[in-house]
């Protein structure tokens, strides 16, 4: 923060990406504060020296909204926009509306227009229907002038917001004619047909306010004494609400998804589980859950959102679902582009939004990973990268509460645009360059520990061996009486492997059995979780077993990979290591070699504890 504020203060604008970033952190108050001097400070600047879209929004309403601009420029940032906001002279509505006078006196991008239900002169008593129609009638008249009166005076659309709820004093308001309650829900109808037909755009606060909770929304106090039409508490959510629809009209909102697929759109992980075995529907709370997460993303695509999938999977295992699974809701032919291997997801990322010909800021990225998250987040800024958890439950929720894909009234282009994306999708992937991966790795503060198998991890140790299919050098099952054979064999030792970072507790992701002889070890099984790739895992255990080795007086160690149907993503993992071909045999297994002496250890980013028996 204090590094965009001096570049600020020098005249220059600070680079988009690093604003961006930083406007989509949860902030404090103190740091939600700067940011908002930061962003007044940039709107100053000359906007060809900047990244972001200027808007000018004019701010009329029968109540006082001098309390919105510095947070609209504020929640500006995250979605794109530099916006300045002008506000009308108090209570300027029907000036604006019916007389020649231009409150603003400027061209805009939008005006703002925020009403309480105290702004429709209409008269209604209850019961009395002919009233009721006859308020609405004058309520709409007064928006369609608004609207008219934008267009001319400033040349821009009006974004007219809806009425909030009411307290109600029965369950019957609704069916109660003059009511608050009823005239406020058909003001709000009335409004979104408007918006439909193209007359103005629409902010739903009722939609908000509804979300926020009433009680929280208003402040009845300030409301009478300060003449404010909410409560100052919730302004930076009512400013970035805002914000995303004025990114939907400056074209900034989402256009793309990027999926993870294991526990994001199924439980579970497909190498490991198999399709039988991953959760999805079944009756059950999680896979039901997964399910309605499915239906809403297709929801998306039928809004025009491209969907793409980046995991970290074997290409064919991970489009077994799509292609299989009974309860998949989507289908492979959703999917735009289609990214399961082995790479850093940042590179596939790109290479995602190369294949569509679209800006990294037209993505969100949706992962249960935490550090994967926050990977995306370092080496790709400009991609929205929104914070869901991992409980499938609130995907949905915090999603659509991001604001990314709000849109403006939808028509039947915006329907097709998916599948006009998706016909540009090529099937060629793109390798990239991993920028700042080792920076990555650091951040992570990654801590491993290596112990003996023994009874405290006997249970997830035989699970391991008996679960681990893709990252399983040879595949070999033993039960928990065999794992206790190997912790009381002298001629045989187990490792188990623990890894925590500053995100997680990730717990046993890793077994390695070794057969030992007086000159030779020999590894027997080498299995890791997926969850953890691409993290130099598998370098700190080498490294440690070859200084084990070599403590021990062993010449050379040797290992064999057994290929099965899901273990192709580690056919070449001793060759990556720099073991030697010692034979190719009949049964397409590979045995390989490796001199002690020769062994050279791996960079790695890992602080790596040798334990002589593992803490319970």
Known sequence: MAEIEAVLSDGRAPDYATLKTLAN???GMREELRVERAAKKLLKLDASDQAFAPVSLGLLGNRTLSYLPDPLAAAGLARGLAIASFEAPYDSVASFAFSPADCFGRSLDAVLVVL?????????????????????????????????????????????????GAAQVSSAELATPGSSARFRHRVNLMLAEGAMEGRWLLWDQAA????????????????????????????????????????AMKGKSARGVILDLDNTLWGGVIGDDGLAGIRLGQNSPEGEAFVAFQNFILGLRERGIVLAVCSKNTDEIAREPFRSHSEM????????????????????????????SLGLESFVFIDDNAAERERVRQELPLVSTIEIGDDPSFYIERIAQSGQFDHLPLNTEDISRAESYGGRAA??????????????????????????????????????????????????????????????DPDQMGWQVRLQDKFAQHGMIGVVIVR???????????????RVLERGVEQCVMDRLFEAARDAGVARITALYVPTDRNKMVSDFYGRMGFEIAARNDDGSVAYVYDVAAYAPHKTFIDVEMQEKMEA
């Open 25 to 27: 952190q949860q902030l």
């Open 116 to 164: 309480d239900e105290t702004a429709f002169a209409g008269k209604r008593t209850l019961l009395d229907r002919a009233g009721e129609d006859a308020a609405i009638a004058d309520a709409e008249n007064l928006a369609d002038a608004l609207a008219e009166a934008a267009r001319q005076k400033t040349g821009c659309p009006a974004i007219i917001a809806t009425l909030p």
């Open 208 to 247: 908000l306010a509804s979300r926020v909770g009433l009680e929280t929304w208003l402040d009845p106090v300030r409301y009478h004494a300060a003449k404010i039409p909410f409560s100052v508490d919730v302004c930076p959510v009512a400013a970035d609400n805002i914000a995303s629809v004025l990114a």
């Open 329 to 356: 809701v989507l289908k492979e032919d959703h999917i735009a582009v289609f990214q399961a291997n082995w790479s850093d997801k940042a590179t596939n990322i790109k290479s995602i939004a190369e294949t569509l």
């Open 427 to 488: 099937a060629a992937e793109i390798r990239a360059k991993i920028g700042n991966y080792e920076d990555y790795l650091t951040s992570l503060e990654m801590r491993m520990t290596i112990s003996p198998f023994d009874d405290v991890g006997r249970g997830r140790i035989t699970q391991l061996i008996n679960k681990s299919n893709q990252f399983n050098l040879t595949t070999r099952r033993y039960g928990e009486e065999d794992v206790r054979a190997i912790e009381e």
């Open 516 to 530: 030992k002889a007086p000159r030779e070890w020999s590894i027997d099984s080498w299995l890791q979780s997926c």
